[in-house]
């Protein structure tokens, strides 16, 4: 099995509320070149607060702060500033047409006021918890932008209730595809027989729980490296030999992934064989990532692979490897296949251990993709491991392929 020299790259460091994110992990694009000496103060002064457009200083802001995450000294995808944009110039026409404001206030005239009205049609509009999470989480960036952190507070603290702004991030029903009664080892065979790249991604989305994107993405001969280059503890090493996976998703957060099955050896040697070099991806090298992406859709619809034909999309064979992670880790059936006689130490633990192959570092993560915890006794806290924070967010949710 080919390896690759690989080095670690260091933790994402926490943004500071209300820098601009000159650290090196962040790269703006160019600014205008009339922008170029002058600091984002500097630019915003050339704008007069009740002289200036809003719209007009909303799209300074844009131009000077969207590509920065809120939270991490890094940069956002183009999806996620084209959402937050798209948000932002909404909210402000939406405080004179829906929230009866007389005028469009300045964004650095925000005040509470603006915020509790816009909640409040929210409310009357009745938006997804995840949805007003997300819109908060807009306001949250803007308000940094303006010099203002701390200035959107928590949904409790607008009148929203628990209901209200709380998603389930439970999975309440067994999306996998045994749940939906397909044959995986047909389909895969068939879809290999039409078309290899698609066909290899679905097999290393089986064993190893990649996302739709992340299996396209993946490079499967430079992706595998030796145990020793991948930065774990000498107590974790579970294989010689190990898959290196950078998330497709929000975050980007890195990962490895054991070769400790035959049927994950199995996989990834078969990926090797249908790309056509070391450095090549699991994409027709003709095309485009965002081209290929598209062929994989088309393949899955070609077979009924989606929630309308056999009942299952791609992303559910991502939750049949969760599962069948979880159920090999704790010895019994996960909540969303009716399990519930699981001791609560192995539980946490299965839990932990699927977050973190799906990528993320909460055990709570898991799920999305296990079901919640049954009812029990509060585990003791010394049986629980230190959970990080997990400040990747996750695409899972909305992916419905």
Do not use: C
Not at 41 to 49: D, F, G, N
Not at 120 to 149: D, H, M, N
Not at 175 to 204: H, M, N, P
Not at 296 to 309: L, N, Q, S
């Amino acid at each position: 099995m080919s390896t690759s020299t690989f080095t670690n790259t260091s933790r994402l460091r926490r943004r500071v509320q209300g820098a601009t994110g000159s650290g090196p992990t962040t790269h703006q694009p160019a600014r205008r070149q009339e922008w170029a000496s002058l600091s984002p103060a500097e630019i915003l002064a050339h704008y007069r607060p009740g002289k200036a457009d809003p719209l007009q200083v909303l799209n300074v802001l844009l131009e000077l702060f969207n590509t920065q995450h809120t939270a991490l000294d890094k940069t956002v995808s183009h999806k996620t500033r084209q959402e937050r944009a798209d948000f932002l110039r909404r909210f402000f026409r939406d405080l004179k047409l829906k929230a009866n404001f007389a005028t469009m206030p300045d964004p650095r005239n925000l005040g509470d006021r603006h915020i509790r009205a816009i909640v409040a049609v929210w409310r009357e509009e009745k938006l997804a918890p995840s949805t007003i999470q997300t819109y908060l989480s807009f306001l949250r960036g803007l308000a940094l932008w303006i010099g203002k952190p701390g200035f959107i507070h928590p949904p409790a603290y607008y009148g929203l209730t628990l209901r209200e702004y709380q998603r389930d991030e439970n999975a309440q029903r067994d999306k996998s595809w045994t749940a939906a009664g397909i044959d995986i080892d047909t389909v895969i065979e068939q879809t290999i027989a039409f078309d290899r790249y698609v066909g290899a991604s679905l097999g290393l989305i089986r064993v190893f729980g990649l996302r739709r994107k992340e299996a396209v993405m993946l490079r499967p001969h430079l992706s595998t490296v030796p145990f020793e280059t991948t930065g774990l503890p000498p107590e974790e090493r579970e294989a010689d030999h190990y898959l290196r996976i950078k998330a497709g998703a929000k975050g980007g957060r890195l990962r490895f992934v054991p070769l400790d099955t035959e049927q994950r050896i199995a996989a990834l040697k078969f990926a090797q064989a249908v790309v056509q070099g070391v450095d090549s991806h699991l994409g027709d090298p003709r095309h485009s990532l965002k081209r290929n992406l598209r062929r994989f859709d088309y393949v899955m619809d070609k077979f009924g692979i989606t929630a309308d034909g056999l009942g299952a999309t791609a992303h559910g064979l991502r939750h049949e490897a969760m599962i069948d992670h979880y159920t090999n880790k704790a010895g019994g059936e996960p909540p969303v296949r009716g399990g519930g006689d699981v001791p609560r130490a192995e539980d946490a633990t299965a839990r932990l251990s699927a977050a973190r192959l799906a990528g993320h570092n909460r055990a709570r993560a898991s799920g999305a993709y296990l079901g919640g915890l049954l009812a029990r006794k509060a585990v003791p806290s010394a049986q629980l491991q230190t959970e990080a924070p997990d400040t990747s967010g996750d695409e899972d949710f909305l992916e419905g392929r």
